[in-house]
């Protein structure tokens, strides 16, 4: 069964501090995956997308990265606006449907 | 002016009641999703349509139903609301690299 599962739940940081946040799937044959930022009270925001494993892609203090079984969302030295929730999906080869993770809530302390 | 739009923002009803809850894009694409988001799960697909006249079943479609009024609307129904149907309701669109594009949402409570 294709599944994603995002870890952790809750990630809380201090201004500054690097991290990282997971993104594990287990999906017949990978043919996209993608990162969404979903702030309070509105739509998830489209970040990245990446197809293949060693792939990585960058956006400001964001950077994604791929590997067979998972995704990082590495965040460099964030700032209070970072704070969202970070949403991971995969769409399998064989369905264009993609499939959710139920995200990572990040908060950024000043 | 936003790409996606949805209406209403939110909406309260009762048991029992039908609903409709519409979603416009401007973004020109053909394909449009409807999905419910709730608290510690992932977004849900109800029902998804590649065109005008190609209307598809989601994971979780039943007390569900939806019309594809043109290539710009698509509209979700509940037939008869039930309280488990209270959630976040988000319309959708996708482009040929199957970048999804959301509306704003619609907060449904069902009492």
């Known amino acids: 069964e294709d599944q994603v599962t995002q870890s952790p739940e809750a990630l809380r940081l201090q201004e500054g501090e690097s991290s990282s946040l997971n993104c594990s799937y287990t999906?017949?044959?990978?043919?996209?995956l993608f990162w969404y930022r979903q702030d309070p009270g509105k739509g998830p925001e489209f970040l990245f997308t990446l197809y293949s494993a060693g792939e990585e892609k960058e956006k400001e203090r964001l950077k994604a990265t791929l590997t067979k079984k998972e995704s990082f969302l590495h965040i460099t030295a964030p700032k209070p606006e970072d704070s969202a929730t970070y949403l991971c999906?995969?769409?399998?080869?064989?369905?264009?449907?993609?499939?959710w993770g139920a995200g990572t809530k990040l908060i950024i302390k000043p | 002016d936003a790409d996606v739009t949805q209406t209403p923002r939110n909406r309260i009803t009762k048991t029992g009641k039908r609903i409709m809850l519409e979603c416009s894009q401007t973004?020109?694409?053909?394909?449009m999703y409807w999905y419910r988001q709730d608290p510690g799960l992932g977004l849900r697909l109800i029902y998804y349509?590649?065109?005008?006249?190609?209307?598809n079943k989601g994971e979780i479609s039943d007390g569900y139903s939806v019309s594809r009024q043109a290539q710009a609307k698509f509209s979700l129904s509940l037939e008869s609301a039930i309280p488990n149907q209270t959630a976040l309701y988000f319309c959708?669109?996708?482009?040929?690299?199957?970048?999804?594009?959301f509306g704003p949402g619609t907060r449904l409570t069902v009492l």
């Open positions: 959708a669109t996708s482009d040929e690299t199957d970048t999804q594009y």
């Open positions: 999906a995969v769409q399998a080869v064989s369905n264009y449907q993609l499939i």
């Open positions: 349509s590649f065109d005008v006249k190609d209307i």
């Open positions: 973004k020109g694409h053909d394909r």
């Open positions: 999906v017949s044959g990978l043919r996209g």
